[in-house]
């Protein structure tokens, strides 16, 4: 059984940096790993794509929002992903869920119900 679990979420003030993290456990496989993100008043399925890595070779991707403050890696051998955010906005409030990947064309594809229940992050002056 597969499960994900976010962790590092929290309220800061814009400009500062949360570092997030995901355990994945009960993988049968190796997978692509990454981040989504809701923002408040959206529905889940308008989520927003934030960053993923390719397990294969380690290519990063990143949506637009994020980057330049963002930094997505992993340690394989704990079969963790984290999510540096740095200088944070306003915009970035959000829960933050860490989820299996395909990826095509440069474009990270999230794997149905391959996600965790997310963390939540708060920013605000």
């Known amino acids: 059984q597969l499960q994900f679990e976010e962790t590092g979420g929290g309220s800061v003030r814009p400009g500062e940096s949360l570092t997030l993290s995901c355990v994945a456990s009960g993988l049968s496989e190796v997978l692509n790993l990454g981040w989504f993100r809701q923002a408040p008043g959206k529905e889940f399925v308008e989520s927003e794509q934030v960053s993923c890595l390719d397990s294969s070779d380690g290519r990063t991707y990143y949506g637009d929002s994020a980057k330049g403050r963002f930094t997505i890696f992993r340690d394989h051998a704990k079969n963790t992903v984290f999510l540096q955010m740095d200088s944070l906005k306003l915009e970035d409030t959000g829960i933050y869920y860490c989820?299996?990947?395909?990826?095509?064309?440069?474009?990270?594809?999230?794997?149905?119900?391959?996600w965790g229940q997310g963390t939540r992050v708060t920013v605000s002056s």
């Open positions: 989820a299996a990947y395909e990826i095509g064309d440069g474009i990270c594809f999230s794997r149905a119900g391959y």
